[in-house]
């Protein structure tokens, strides 16, 4: 007889709602997540970080549990049924034989990787999974962290034998927050298992939605490895070129400019300058670089990567404040609009921002900061950042303007109006075609 697919998805963020839609347009799909309010919010068919769209979204909701019962039975709307259900009752995953964990990897304020929501996750798993169940796990973490970290919880809650009683999989999620056109069905997707037969049912679980393909790694610390190096290598490759801002601003040569020549050769690698945020690129080099340390060596290359990238909110303030020296404009209490607190630009999600660091250095200096984002969400601005925030377009004018994110907004705006006599724009992004003062 035909195993009965049925997904628990466990973590319902930017990447795990994407993935439980798309697994819901063929499979009996039950999302699960702590969050009441998001739950709330999903089952009216509205996605906040607006990674799904409501046509889309409502288009596999679901009314009841699609995988309540044995699973020799049919479920309560009627066999063979897909779609989604969300909730955050664990009882309603608890019938489950795929449990695929999509939760975030951060770290902490000392840059160590933070494995609460794994371990709270892997706890929950432990408490459903049975004999013949499949984890998997997504999240971005250490080569060697799934087997070392997770799955001796689940064995330990459930007093079930890894290998024996269940099977893990790890396929490291690629979603790009904000990218309508790289969805996750249309990017490459790497699978792996913990023995040979379950990376093959892995592989094809993911195969018979992903249209882009499937990579079969050889083994669940290859697809870790392989999935924490793709952010690394971004990651040193963006400090290196912050390097050549900083570099090419004191010969006071037009950084892009060089970027632009150098990128007529058909090998060079087209990345520019900028703040460094988010929940992969910010992140994932330290979950590398404590593995590597933990095994004796120190990783000089990943770690000066992050030393640069991480410096770049605070050399960005310092270079607004020189504009002030050399315009002879008052720096205390000078009036400043940020535009755009988000990672990146026409997208919602503020996790890991830098542009925080921008405001609290020239908060330092005695300034007076306005932040209008028209993406962000004030209140998650203030709770993560203490920080206020508005959507709405300011109605006074600034003594400087800083250009942190290039939301298609700004882009319109003529920020001229918005400026004091002898007012100064700094483009963060290098992406103004008005007259700027500084730029990275």
């Not at 989604?84 to 489950?96: G, M």
């Not at 951060?106 to 609460?116: E, G, H, I, R, Y």
Request: hydrophobic share 40%; charged share 25%.
């Amino acid at each position: 007889m035909k195993e009965q697919i049925k997904i628990a998805i466990i973590g319902l963020g930017y990447v795990g709602l994407p993935l439980a839609r798309l697994f819901a347009t063929k499979y009996p799909v039950v999302g699960f997540d702590i969050n009441k309010q998001r739950v709330a919010e999903l089952k009216k068919g509205t996605d906040s970080t607006l990674e799904v769209s409501e046509e889309l979204l409502k288009a596999v909701l679901l009314d009841k549990n699609p995988i309540t019962g044995t699973l020799n039975s049919p479920p309560p709307e009627g066999p063979g049924v897909v779609g989604l259900f969300c909730s955050s009752d664990i009882s309603d995953i608890k019938d489950s034989n795929y449990y695929i964990v999509t939760v975030p990897t951060p770290v902490d304020k000392k840059n160590k990787p933070d494995f609460t929501p794994l371990i709270k996750s892997s706890e929950t798993v432990g408490k459903v999974i049975k004999k013949g169940d499949i984890v998997i796990y997504e999240s971005t973490v250490y080569p060697g962290a799934t087997e070392e970290v997770c799955i001796p919880i689940i064995e330990k809650i459930s007093k079930l034998t890894y290998n024996v009683d269940f099977f893990a999989g790890y396929s490291p999620e690629r979603i790009n927050p904000g990218d309508k056109e790289h969805t996750v069905e249309k990017i490459l997707k790497v699978t792996s298992g913990s023995t040979p037969e379950i990376g093959t049912k892995v592989n094809e679980l993911y195969k018979s939605v992903i249209t882009a393909g499937t990579h079969l790694a050889p083994s669940i610390k290859v697809a870790e490895a392989a999935k924490v190096i793709e952010n690394s290598q971004r990651d040193i490759n963006i400090a290196f070129v912050n390097e050549l801002a900083k570099i090419f601003n004191l010969l006071h040569i037009d950084t892009h400019a060089v970027l632009e020549a150098a990128g007529t050769k058909w090998n060079f690698l087209p990345f520019k300058p900028g703040l460094v945020g988010g929940h992969c690129i910010g992140v994932d080099p330290y979950y590398l670089a404590q593995k590597a340390q933990e095994v004796g060596y120190h990783p000089e290359i990943i770690l000066a990567g992050r030393r640069v990238n991480d410096s770049m909110g605070h050399y960005v303030a310092s270079e607004v404040i020189k504009l002030f020296v050399k315009n002879d404009k008052e720096i205390k209490n000078a009036k400043i609009l940020v535009l755009g607190i988000t990672f990146k630009e026409n997208c919602p999600d503020v996790r890991n921002t830098k542009v925080v660091d921008v405001i609290k250095n020239l908060e330092d200096f005695g300034t007076q900061v306005t932040i209008f984002d028209p993406w962000a969400n004030p209140a998650e601005v203030l709770k993560e950042y203490g920080l206020t925030t508005t959507n709405q377009a300011p109605t006074t004018t600034f003594d400087a303007i800083v250009l942190a994110v290039s939301h298609k907004q700004f882009l319109a705006m003529d920020l001229h109006k918005y400026l004091n006599k002898n007012g100064i724009i700094y483009d963060v992004k290098g992406v103004l075609t008005c007259k700027v003062h500084g730029k990275l």
